[in-house]
């Protein structure tokens, strides 16, 4: 009894006090905002101080992912938000209407990487024709604003995770 005890607790099936659950979050984020449109932000930097070659790479990575991600959002783009919606529209019901701690946990990781590709396609568009310095300012920016939705969605779910560890009496 007691290794099936102890094996649950090692396991917990609770999102938010579940460690797994904020490795998680942590590894999307830093993920998110590591990879700017595709292309890891140390390419920018190096492109930046090296110019040349390095340039030149980078422009070239940023043209092939753009191409990509313009692509998908041409020839997919109205059945993907029909997926996403209902993907959405799902775990919000479940997990805040039926209060399924899983769904909502789901649900805070989601619904902001949503955002986050949305913003990715629409800078994808307007990295056409843009020289070297232009480029690589969009690129800053873009990160800088993946930055911040990370924030704010690491201060909401852990905002939320606390209020129903709380309320849960998981403590």
């Known amino acids: 009894m007691d290794f099936y005890v102890t094996a649950f607790e090692l396991i917990d099936l609770r999102s938010f006090s579940n460690l797994w659950f904020w490795i998680m979050l942590a590894v999307f984020w830093s993920t998110a905002s590591h990879y700017v449109l595709g292309v890891p932000f140390d390419m920018v930097s190096r492109a930046a ?14 043209r092939i992912n753009a ?57 994808a ?4 024709g843009l020289e070297s310095d232009d480029l690589r300012k969009l690129l800053r920016r873009h990160r800088i604003v993946v930055q911040i939705i990370g924030m704010l969605s690491i201060l909401v779910s852990s905002m939320w995770g606390m209020y129903v560890n709380i309320t849960a009496g998981v403590l």
């Open 49 to 62: 101080k090296q110019g040349g070659q390095a340039e030149q790479d980078l422009q070239d990575l940023v």
């Open 125 to 128: 568009k307007r990295t056409y």
């Open 67 to 123: 191409n990509r991600l313009t692509y998908v959002a041409e020839e997919a783009g109205t059945w993907l938000t029909v997926f996403a919606s209902f993907i959405v529209s799902g775990l919000l019901m479940t997990g805040f209407v039926y209060g399924v701690e899983f769904c909502q946990a789901l649900s805070l990781i989601f619904i902001p990487m949503l955002l986050v590709f949305a913003l990715s396609i629409y800078n």
